[in-house]
């Protein structure tokens, strides 16, 4: 499985962006760039997803570098309650034996504090 | 509306018994995960169905643990002969993942997961 490579903390302060990086070199075509985030006590949550172009949703961008070996997962204006671990995810969307469910594999993911 | 639901919330256990799992997934979402996390660790990847059958159970650690799905809905967690190393966060996923590549991008949803602790 394609690797993935973050910081393990960042600290921001409130109201303003947040850049996370994570690198990816040995990715392959088929793998998407997915990010999760996972707030204290609770599950992981979906953040955004992409495959070449810049995403935006409501909750953050992607920035996607044109070789696809690194991505940022922006967020605009950080909250405190944006507090939370990050995670970058290389999701194969390949059908092929053993990743008939395109699982996700965690890594350690980067702790992000916010400070009022 | 509703999330994915997992029972209980919390379960003390001693070693040597049999726990039980359960978790509800979102309605319609066919594809259903368990992963588990061990405290100050990342998510481990247990076993993953579509519909009723599991075609990828690679992530089991032990022929102690087992999982089934009914209906193509519910979804238990079964570890028999708990060990103090299977204290753990429980955590369940369903996805609207199905047979057609357009929906082999769907998010993952999840749980809040089961708090086991094996005394």
Not at chain 2, 9 to 26: A, F, H, M, Q, Y
Not at chain 2, 95 to 112: A, D, E, K, V
Request: net charge neutral; hydrophobic share 30%.
């Amino acid at each position: 499985d394609a690797k993935t490579t973050q910081p393990n903390s960042m600290e921001s302060n409130e109201e303003e962006p947040v850049h996370l990086p994570c690198n990816h070199s040995t990715i392959s075509g088929t793998d998407y760039i997915h990010w999760y985030r996972q707030l204290p006590s609770q599950g992981p949550e979906y953040v955004i997803h992409g495959l070449t172009s810049n995403v935006n949703n409501r909750m953050a961008s992607l920035a996607i570098a044109e070789d696809r070996k690194s991505s940022t997962l922006i967020l605009h204006r950080a909250t405190l309650r944006d507090a939370a671990v990050y995670y970058c995810i290389l999701r194969d969307v390949q059908l092929r034996t053993g990743n008939q469910g395109g699982k996700l594999i965690f890594g350690q993911g980067t702790e992000l504090s916010v400070k009022p | 509306g509703a999330g994915v639901s997992q029972s209980p919330s919390n379960k003390v256990t001693e070693k040597g018994k049999d726990v039980e799992l359960r978790c509800d997934p979102i309605s319609g979402h066919t594809a259903l995960y368990w992963y588990r996390q061990s405290l100050g660790q990342g998510l481990e990847f247990l076993i993953y169905f579509q519909g009723n059958s599991a075609p990828d159970k690679s992530g089991l650690p032990s022929d102690r643990f087992s999982a089934e799905r009914t209906g193509g809905s519910v979804s238990t967690l079964t570890i028999q002969r708990t060990q103090q190393e299977d204290s753990a966060v429980y955590l369940c996923a369903s996805s609207q993942r199905g047979p057609n590549r357009i929906s082999y991008n769907s998010p993952l949803h999840f749980g809040n997961g089961t708090r086991l602790t094996v005394t």
